[in-house]
């Protein structure tokens, strides 16, 4: 199985400054962010609202980072479209919200656009669920928190859903939720090479320090 070798490293803009969200963007990118983690919530499938389409035009304006969108929403097949438009990179939907159809006409979809796929599974869903949908997915995102707000603490049992993933699929496997130079090490070794951190990075002095960390602790 050839599983990506190379640690990828993506901020999560739920953790930035919004009234300076520009800056912000590219701050990390002089970091050394690898990706952009947008997080998309609509009140109603996670118990918070952030930002839309119109924001993520915006944030692909400012910066040279592919921006990897994760549609915590009930419908994602209503706002697919837009979402394309504004210039994701990566668009996630939950397996909790898509039949298997779905996610295979989401992937023929977004390859028409040259947009990869991932799918998405929250603590509580078992990691099954996921198995008719590897075949359809360019990436996989565990959710190593309940979603829905930043600055949660890791959920321990995400690793064993993480290992159980690897030996099944050789796509990316990206991980969201309480990731800090203490967690990762855990997390890469079970078999993940996308990070999603953000209070680690946003809430410290230095974004670049934070990120060379992550780097570091598992190199």
């Known amino acids: 199985m050839n599983v990506p070798e190379k640690l990828r490293i993506a901020p999560s803009l739920l953790s930035a400054d919004f009234s300076k969200l520009g800056q912000?963007?590219?701050?990390?990118?002089?970091?050394?962010?690898?990706?952009?983690?947008?997080?998309?919530?609509?009140?109603?499938?996670?118990?918070?609202?952030?930002?839309?389409?119109?924001?993520?035009?915006?944030?692909r304006g400012k910066t040279r980072l592919p921006l990897d969108v994760h549609l915590m929403i009930r419908d994602p097949g209503f706002y697919l479209e837009r979402f394309m438009d504004a210039g994701s990179a990566i668009i996630t939907v939950h397996a909790e919200t898509c039949s298997v159809a779905k996610i295979r006409g989401f992937r023929d979809t977004l390859r028409r656009r040259g947009i990869k796929l991932g799918v998405s599974v929250n603590p509580e869903?078992?990691?099954?669920?996921?198995?008719?949908?590897?075949?359809?997915?360019?990436?996989?995102?565990?959710?190593?928190?309940?979603?829905?707000?930043?600055?949660?603490?890791?959920?321990?049992?995400?690793?064993?859903k993480i290992?159980?993933?690897?030996?099944?699929?050789?796509?990316?496997?990206?991980?969201?939720?309480?990731?800090?130079?203490?967690?990762a090490p855990r997390v890469v070794a079970a078999?993940?090479?996308?990070?999603?951190?953000?209070?680690?990075?946003?809430?410290?002095?230095s974004l670049r320090t934070q990120i060379k960390r992550l780097r570091a602790c598992v190199g």
């Open 191 to 205: 078999g993940a090479n996308i990070l999603v951190a953000g209070s680690y990075i946003f809430n410290a002095r």
């Open 125 to 160: 869903t078992p990691v099954r669920k996921l198995w008719p949908i590897l075949n359809y997915a360019d990436m996989i995102l565990v959710m190593s928190v309940h979603p829905g707000f930043g600055g949660q603490k890791f959920i321990p049992a995400a690793l064993g």
């Open 24 to 59: 912000e963007v590219r701050a990390v990118e002089r970091a050394g962010a690898d990706l952009l983690h947008v997080d998309v919530m609509d009140g109603h499938f996670v118990p918070n609202i952030t930002i839309g389409p119109l924001v993520v035009a915006s944030l």
């Open 163 to 183: 290992r159980a993933i690897r030996q099944r699929y050789a796509g990316d496997i990206e991980v969201d939720g309480g990731i800090t130079h203490e967690t």
